[in-house]
């Protein structure tokens, strides 16, 4: 993202820009607009063509009189130079407007950028008087963020999920009710499970050398980091390298379809792990190891339902509709998956998976996926 104060830009102009005129043509609501960003980030999925989301602000972010003739004056001045591909409207009705400049071509991303800013500079400047200019600031924020290939891992922009980050009021209750389960359910079943919790700790401190908890960065809805609990299944001072090059061969869909206990089903997984304890190995087929995630849930962090968290060098992998599936929902313990296939499908069945969960959940799934995971993890589907 680039934030700039119109005032301090200069006011040169790329002639590599030329926008021609428009017929008439009005600043979409709020409501439109963000319903249009999400249909552009789908077309970017398809065609590749990234976008850009330039967001105008004027002094207060308080709803005003004043602000909002500035910011109607802005997206009237903006109206009449942008080209009839690119979209205005409100962003944030009376505080914030938005401009999506579409179909962009190019390699250099800060090259494009330059080029835009220079034209938002010079029609400003012909349209605002310099009072209103110097009120002005205004944000830049590219789709996919990792157009610049940046392989971090680094959080998706929330700017660019508006339809995601504020829902409806029909889907807020659905989701004080999720909420709610999670609370309930995580709570109750730590309650009922400190028994065999304490059991799995103690064997796993008395099969080998380490701490009983692993504690890894996943990354989470939006794609903000959290700690990841698990029961240590693996030796300590371990390296990662085989797992990071199988997962990155799994999700470009070039991974070997691993034999498992002498069927002709197999997995997309690694077997015979030689990194994992005795122990480690009945904690994963019976996902025990997994319980200390109702912590995670009764943080807020996850759900009891929802898609796996990725680790961020699985994220960083990811293709960009990939990354719907850490966006769209709060991560889970089970889901759709899990219940599904497991790791007997491939990455992309998995992906499709989580988003036919993310466009259709409610209270009522999330209960038939919790009463169907019992049965998953005793037939052990995909488990090693």
């Not at 104060?5 to 590599?16: E, G, H, T």
């Not at 910011?71 to 407007?97: F, H, M, P, Q």
């Not at 999506?100 to 250099?108: A, H, S, Y």
């Not at 002709?264 to 077997?271: C, D, E, N």
């Amino acid at each position: 993202m680039s934030l700039l104060r119109m005032d301090k830009i200069s006011k040169s102009v790329d002639p590599l820009l030329e926008w021609p005129s428009t017929e008439v043509r009005e600043v979409l609501s709020e409501e439109t607009f963000k319903r249009m960003i999400a249909v552009e980030r789908k077309r970017t999925e398809r065609s590749k063509e990234p976008f850009l989301l330039m967001l105008v602000e004027a002094g207060s972010h308080q709803s005003s009189e004043k602000t909002c003739k500035v910011l109607e004056n802005i997206l009237s001045v903006l109206l009449s130079s942008i080209r009839e591909t690119d979209v205005i409207g409100w962003y944030k009705d009376r505080i914030t407007g938005g401009v999506m400049f579409t179909g962009l071509t190019g390699n250099d991303k800060n090259s494009i950028l330059s080029v835009i800013l220079s034209k938002v500079s010079a029609t400003l400047r012909a349209g605002l008087t310099s009072d209103h200019l110097s009120e002005v600031s205004i944000s830049f924020h590219f789709f996919p963020d990792n157009w610049d290939h940046d392989k971090s891992g680094r959080p998706s922009n929330p700017s660019l999920y508006p339809d995601l980050s504020n829902p409806d009021r029909a889907t807020h209750s659905l989701l004080y009710v999720k909420q709610s389960m999670d609370i309930i359910g995580s709570a109750l079943m730590l309650a009922l499970c400190s028994p065999l919790l304490l059991v799995v700790a103690l064997a796993i401190k008395a099969s080998s050398k380490g701490p009983i908890l692993f504690r890894q960065q996943r990354v989470g809805q939006y794609g903000q980091c959290f700690t990841f609990l698990k029961f240590r299944s693996m030796h300590i001072d371990n390296d990662n390298s085989v797992h990071k090059d199988y997962v990155t061969k799994l999700i470009s869909g070039c991974a070997e379809h691993k034999p498992l206990n002498g069927n002709g089903k197999g997995v997309y997984k690694l077997t015979n792990d030689k990194r994992v304890t005795k122990v480690g190995k009945f904690l994963r087929r019976t996902s025990l190891d997994e319980l200390p995630q109702l912590v995670n849930v009764l943080k807020g962090d996850m759900s009891l339902v929802g898609p796996r968290p990725a680790i961020p060098y699985e994220f960083a992998a990811y293709q960009t509709w990939h990354r719907r599936r850490v966006l769209e929902v709060k991560p889970g313990i089970t889901g759709l998956w899990q219940v599904s296939g497991r790791s007997s499908v491939k990455f992309d069945e998995m992906v499709r998976l989580d988003l036919r969960y993310a466009t259709s959940w409610s209270p009522w799934l999330d209960f038939k996926i919790l009463m169907r995971t019992p049965r998953a993890v005793i037939g052990g589907a995909g488990a090693c």
